[in-house]
């Protein structure tokens, strides 16, 4: 089993929908895990944080469920812009030092 | 405005050469990291360093060396034993977290090597 994945997509999606994606993980010890947006050819580029029970910031929800081990994106009212590869990444680190395992990424179209 | 500068963007080189790729930050971060990204594929580990004059091997760190001399600086050098050297580069740094929850990564906007 792979230490963090993603379904691979592509979601493709009108403007105005709600997209989740949800991202698996297997090491039960994880204390931290992120959200990055990647656009083709570009460097990722962090969109949420989540540490607790999840995290919200504006049309993104992050929820973890640390029971059955998976995390999710919710994105509401889905913009063109939008458009990109969501990477879910985990963190197996300890003692405050950092070993962030990436998934390879659940890639979103918006069409118009 | 702090971030992290790799150098350069494209890079092409025949096989058999060795060639370093360059990584600058800024932020004060403690912990510099290398990935790599092939097509269709997650960032893979390359090396790390936690502190000056560290590192530690990721998951993929055969045919690659690397050194920690500054805090500012990371190069990462490709050597000619790596056996699939064409990717995409990517260059991280992060906070050290004393409260054990781990930091975000901040990456540079990558290195394209091209090897032929």
């Known amino acids: 089993r792979k230490e963090v994945e993603q379904d691979p997509g592509p979601f493709n999606v009108p403007e105005g929908a709600t997209v989740a994606f949800n991202c698996t993980y297997s090491n039960s010890a994880s204390q931290s895990f992120f959200w990055y947006r990647q656009d083709c050819r570009k460097e990722p580029k962090l969109l949420m944080s989540?540490?607790?029970s999840g995290n919200e910031d504006g049309r993104f929800t992050a929820q973890l469920n640390r029971a059955s081990q998976y995390i999710s994106l919710l994105i509401r009212d889905s913009k063109l812009s939008d458009s990109a590869t969501y990477l879910c990444v985990v963190n197996i680190g300890s003692g405050g030092y950092n070993k962030l395992i990436f998934g390879a990424g659940t890639r979103l179209a918006v069409h118009p | 405005d702090g971030g992290i500068t790799q150098s350069p963007k494209y890079l092409f080189r025949k096989e058999g050469q060795n060639v370093t790729l360059s990584c600058e930050q800024n932020l004060n971060h403690d912990a510099m990291y290398w990935y790599r990204q092939d097509p269709g594929q997650g960032l893979r580990l390359i090396y790390y360093?936690?502190?000056?004059?560290?590192?530690q091997k990721g998951d993929i760190a055969e045919g690659y060396s690397v050194s920690r001399e500054k805090k500012e600086s990371f190069p990462l050098t490709v050597t000619s034993a790596q056996k699939n050297p064409t990717a995409f580069y990517l260059c991280?740094?992060?906070?050290?977290?004393?409260?054990?929850?781990?930091?975000?990564?901040?990456f540079g906007n990558g290195t394209r090597l091209t090897v032929t």
């Open positions: 991280a740094s992060s906070k050290q977290d004393g409260k054990g929850l781990g930091s975000p990564l901040h």
């Open positions: 360093s936690q502190i000056v004059n560290d590192f």
């Open positions: 989540v540490y607790s």
